[in-house]
């Protein structure tokens, strides 16, 4: 079992920025991919960023937020970080940490933390 717990949310203006943090606990030494998607009201949830850590730290990003947005990773405190810069008001959405297991790929995620960017 993991626990995830995400931090770091809150009210922004459009070109502000914000860091999210996400720290895991449990059976951390299996994580292998660890990140961030978000969902917006009526929306999909969708893909913000990834990190892996057996792949010397490979990273995804969702095309909205690429040039704008920063995944980072501190193995040694079990804790993914978002940094998001440039942030425009439909970034505005419930960000989910996420988290996988290797071998199993069993899929985990945190409760949410809001993020709002106003216009």
């Known amino acids: 079992q993991v626990q995830l717990l995400e931090s770091g949310g809150g009210l922004v203006q459009t070109g502000g920025s914000l860091r999210l943090s996400c720290a895991a606990s449990?059976?951390?030494?299996?994580?292998?991919?660890m990140g961030w998607y978000r969902q917006a009201p009526g929306k999909q949830r969708e893909l913000v960023a990834t990190?892996?850590?057996?792949?010397?730290?490979?990273?995804n990003y969702g095309d909205s937020v690429k040039g704008r947005f920063t995944i980072s990773r501190d193995n040694a405190k079990n804790t993914v970080y978002l940094q998001m810069n440039s942030l425009k008001p439909e970034d505005t959405a419930v960000y989910y940490c996420?988290?996988?297991?290797?071998?199993?790929?069993?899929?985990?995620w945190g409760q949410g933390t809001q993020v709002s960017v106003s216009s």
């Open positions: 990190i892996t850590r057996f792949r010397a730290g490979s990273t």
């Open positions: 996420y988290g996988n297991l290797a071998p199993s790929g069993d899929e985990y």
């Open positions: 449990g059976s951390i030494i299996r994580i292998d991919r």
